[in-house]
C-alpha cells in the first residue's frame, strides 16, 4: 500500500517557469533596491554618491520593466486556487496582500522615476543620460521621492508578510504552497 502524500493535488502543479523567474528575480532585485536605497540616504552628500545614484535609477528602471512583464504574465495566467486546507480568512489575505504587493511594486518606481524625471539631475539609465521630459521642480520631486521613501516602507512590511507566510505554509503547514513558487520539487 502506497503511502498518502503530503502535498494536495492542487498545490502540486507549480507555477510556469516564467512566473517562477520572475518572482525570484524580482525579489532578489528589490531587497537590493531597499537595501541600496537606505545605504544611499547615509551617504548622499558624500564624494562618488552619484553613482549609487544613477546605479539605483537604472536598476529601478529594469525593476520597473520586470514588474509590467509580471503583471501583465500574471492578468494572463491566473494562478490556480490554494488547497481547500487552507481556511478562508488566509486565502482573503493572501489575495490582499499579492493586490497590495503588486500596487507597490508599481507605485514605488513610479514616484521614484517621476521625482527624478523632476529633480535637477534626471535620470542616467547606465551611463546614457535620458531626455528631460519633465521642467525640474525641487519641491515637486521631493515630495515624489517621500512617496517613494513611504512606499519603500510599505513594501518592506508587505515583503516581510509574504515570506513569513511562505515559511508558514514550508514548514509548518506542510502543504505544497511554498513549492508551487520554488524552482524544482
Known amino acids: 500500500m502506497r503511502a498518502p502524500s503530503s502535498i494536495p493535488a492542487i498545490s502540486s502543479k507549480p507555477y510556469a517557469p516564467l512566473a517562477i523567474l520572475l518572482h525570484w528575480t524580482l525579489a532578489v532585485l528589490i531587497i537590493g533596491m531597499v537595501a541600496l536605497g537606505w545605504y544611499m540616504l547615509e551617504i548622499e552628500d558624500d564624494p562618488g554618491s552619484a553613482w549609487f545614484f544613477n546605479l539605483h535609477k537604472s536598476i529601478g528602471l529594469v525593476i520597473a520593466g520586470l514588474v509590467l512583464l509580471r503583471l501583465v504574465w500574471r492578468l494572463s495566467h491566473p494562478p490556480r486556487p490554494l488547497p481547500a486546507s487552507v481556511p478562508s480568512w488566509q486565502v482573503n489575505a493572501s489575495r490582499a496582500t499579492h493586490g497590495l504587493l503588486y500596487a507597490a511594486m508599481i507605485a514605488m518606481p513610479t514616484f521614484g522615476i517621476i521625482g527624478s524625471l523632476l529633480s535637477n539631475k534626471g ?6 543620460a535620458l531626455p528631460r521630459v519633465l ?19 510599505i513594501l518592506v512590511v508587505l515583503v516581510s508578510l509574504h515570506v513569513l507566510a511562505g515559511l508558514k505554509h514550508l514548514v509548518i503547514d506542510k502543504d505544497g504552497v511554498f513549492q508551487r513558487m520554488w524552482f524544482s520539487r
Open 123 to 128: 535620470i542616467v539609465f547606465f551611463g546614457t
Open 135 to 153: 521642467d525640474a521642480n525641487h519641491d515637486l520631486a521631493e515630495t515624489f521621492f517621500e512617496a517613494h521613501s513611504l512606499t519603500a516602507w
